[in-house]
């Protein structure tokens, strides 16, 4: 089955730039998708298809995919960032047809 | 307004059953495919289900032949019934619409389901 690669945590101080990760074969012919979830709180998609923004969301927010690596960017970093941070994918070649991330806890220093 | 809201969850013993239920407002469950989605207790999202909108569903492998998605149109509800379940079903779970078979969006605020003796 299909695999996603997150790094487990990330730091940022505020004000600087974030990158998360998400690595998988040829990840780049597939279209990435990220969510933040804030402690106790649902899952709230950021970016869909690789890099579009959902209304309502900062455009601080951005995403990238090629290759092997998906990354999702935050700019301008705000201590209401901190979060974790969840690559997705819809692998329909496979009975598994949708695969997470393992997650990323974004931590502003 | 587009809004989903879970409830069912509760402590049951391993081996019981329980169903979940999910109701939308500001669209039509039928007409979107949907999903489940359940988080263990400090540990990442995991896909559970997906009912399309032509009714074909899919499972987990950890789920399959355990649970059964479902909704009812005329409630515009969608369901999980859990059968068999195990320590390791324990986790808040979630229904999203999934769009354009891709992406989920919006997500409901989860409940949570803890199976212990």
């Known amino acids: 089955s299909y695999v996603l690669t997150q790094p487990p945590s990330v730091s940022v101080a505020p004000g600087q730039t974030a990158r998360i990760t998400c690595g998988g074969n040829n990840i780049g012919s597939k279209s990435v998708h990220w969510y933040q979830q804030k402690p106790g709180q649902a899952p709230v998609l950021v970016v869909y298809d690789d890099s579009d923004r959902p209304s309502g969301i900062p455009e601080r927010f951005s995403g990238s995919n090629s290759g092997n690596t998906a990354t999702l960017t935050i700019s301008r970093v705000e201590a209401g960032d901190e979060a974790d941070y969840y690559c997705?994918?819809?692998?329909?070649?496979?009975?598994?047809?949708?695969?997470f991330g393992g997650g990323t806890k974004l931590t502003v220093l | 307004e587009v809004q989903l809201v879970e409830s069912g969850g509760g402590l049951i013993q391993p081996g019981g059953s329980l169903r979940l239920s999910c109701a939308a407002s500001?669209?039509?469950?039928?007409?979107?495919?949907m999903s489940w989605v359940r988080q263990a207790p400090g540990k990442g999202l995991e896909w559970v289900s997906v009912i399309y909108s032509g009714g074909s569903t899919y499972y987990a492998d950890s789920v399959k032949g355990r649970f059964t998605i479902s909704r009812d149109n005329s409630k515009n509800t969608l369901y999980l019934q859990m059968n068999s379940l195990r320590a390791e079903d324990t986790a808040v779970y979630y229904c999203a619409r999934v769009v354009d078979l891709n992406w989920f969006d919006p997500w409901g605020q989860g409940t949570l389901v803890t199976v212990s003796s």
């Open positions: 997705q994918v819809w692998d329909s070649s496979s009975d598994h047809c949708v695969v």
């Open positions: 500001g669209f039509t469950v039928s007409s979107n495919y």
